[in-house]
């Protein structure tokens, strides 16, 4: 069965660094999602991507975060100036029509740790 | 604005024994429900939806409009049913998935 697949698995990085967090989504799948989990709460939205642009954004999602397509498989969340509050696991997600219902399918996320 | 409430944190049952985890909502729309379950060191995974009206290895949800509920529902529980639980809702059409705290299963032999 095709699985959205991420990278790292674990990224550390000193605070005010950029850093790339990469996902290969489902092949066919035209949507695509970032959400982020803080230890110990609740899984919550960032962004959609659709067509090449951002469909929809949360109020977490600001000025520091970029999301991109480069090539016709990855999709990637750039945290340009990381906080420490930043620290979280990261999942990416893809779906194909949402006007038809279909479901979102999750990596196994990258647990981002900022020192 | 849209809500899930999932007010168990934790929740252990002996095998054997039924399970239902809770789930409340809050919409404005048209809600399309959603569990999902992380085993361990696994990715989240969907285990079913309520327009699907499913039976995946066991379990069951309705969506009761009236309560606004989705509880989500097994009559024997199995020690490999232990795992993490998640409600998520959409409104359907929309992208956006919001999730509920989650509730933490465990299954005692």
């Known amino acids: 069965e095709p699985e959205v697949t991420q990278t790292p698995s674990h990224q550390v990085t000193q605070m005010g660094q950029e850093v790339i967090l990469r996902c290969v989504p489902i092949?066919?799948?035209?949507?695509f999602y970032w959400y982020r989990q803080i230890l110990g709460q609740k899984v919550e939205f960032l962004v959609s991507f659709y067509n090449n642009e951002i469909s929809e954004k949360s109020e977490i999602f600001d000025d520091q975060f970029s999301v991109e397509r480069p090539d016709g498989s990855n999709f990637t969340l750039k945290i340009r100036s990381t906080k420490l509050e930043d620290s979280a696991m990261y999942f990416c997600a893809s779906s194909g029509l949402v006007q038809e219902g279909q479901p979102q399918h999750f990596g196994d996320g990258t647990r981002l740790s900022i020192l | 604005a849209q809500r899930v409430t999932q007010p168990e944190k934790l929740l252990s049952v002996f095998k054997g024994a039924p399970v239902e985890l809770k789930c409340n909502y809050s919409?404005?729309?048209?809600?399309?429900l959603f569990w999902y379950v992380q085993y361990s060191r696994q990715r989240l995974q969907l285990l079913l939806r309520h327009i699907s009206r499913e039976s995946i290895k066991g379990f069951t949800a309705d969506l009761n409009k009236g309560e606004t509920s989705f509880h989500l529902k097994k009559p024997f529980a199995q020690e490999e049913d232990s795992a993490m639980y998640y409600c998520a809702l959409n409104n359907f059409g929309n992208e956006k998935l919001t999730f509920g705290t989650g509730t933490r299963l465990t299954i005692i032999p």
């Open positions: 919409y404005s729309g048209s809600p399309e």
């Open positions: 092949s066919n799948h035209l949507y």
